[in-house]
């Protein structure tokens, strides 16, 4: 399987976004990971979106737009047409999940499903013959700078596991605490998908410095 990276807006230059996109895409990144959060469902207010839509235009890769957000059911129909590729929700955040899946699929993007670190796998195993994609968090989301939880790792054997064994067309994704280090363990461990916001951008902003930041992470 592919080594597929997901560079996370969050720690790009916003002043230049579009540019830091074209970058990071001609560097070799796969995916364009959007994270949105409500202020609600976790303690932080990030980009909704209207930064979706204005980026969508200057994206030549797939945009991942991962929803920390109460209630999505509200805004599936609006992300999407904003330019969401991808769009993954929090099991615990709905009481929809089945049905938001199927919406998602209906109009055209591809859904995914996520999980907190403490809530067990099991909560989203109903689940997973409905998604494409399945993303693992491995730091509380909503809080910046927390180290790796490496207990998470069993969760991505997990989903490997069941993907062989059930027929799954799913994709892993990983996102917390991404570094030259524990992506290792993360591809070892069955990811095909990691998201990386500092690891990506960090140095210099150009695109020689982003392609060996890309590189040392694969």
Partial sequence: MKKMIAPSILSADFAK???EIQMVTTAGADF???DVMDGHFVPNLTIGMSVVKSINPISKIPLDVHLMI???EKYIREFITAGSDYLTLHVESTTQMEENLKLIHELGCKAGITLRPKTDINEIKKYLHLVDLVLVMTVEPGFG???FMHDQIEKIKYLK???EQNNGNYLIEVDGGVDS???KLCWDAG???LVAGSAVFKGEKTIENYRKNIEGLK
Avoid: F, Y
Wanted: net charge negative.
């Fill in 161 to 163: 596991n069941w993907r």
């Fill in 191 to 193: 990811a095909d998908i």
């Fill in 70 to 72: 109460e209630k999505p």
């Fill in 181 to 183: 280090v524990t992506s």
């Fill in 17 to 19: 976004l579009g540019e």
């Fill in 32 to 34: 364009i990971h959007v």
């Fill in 145 to 147: 700078g927390q180290s």
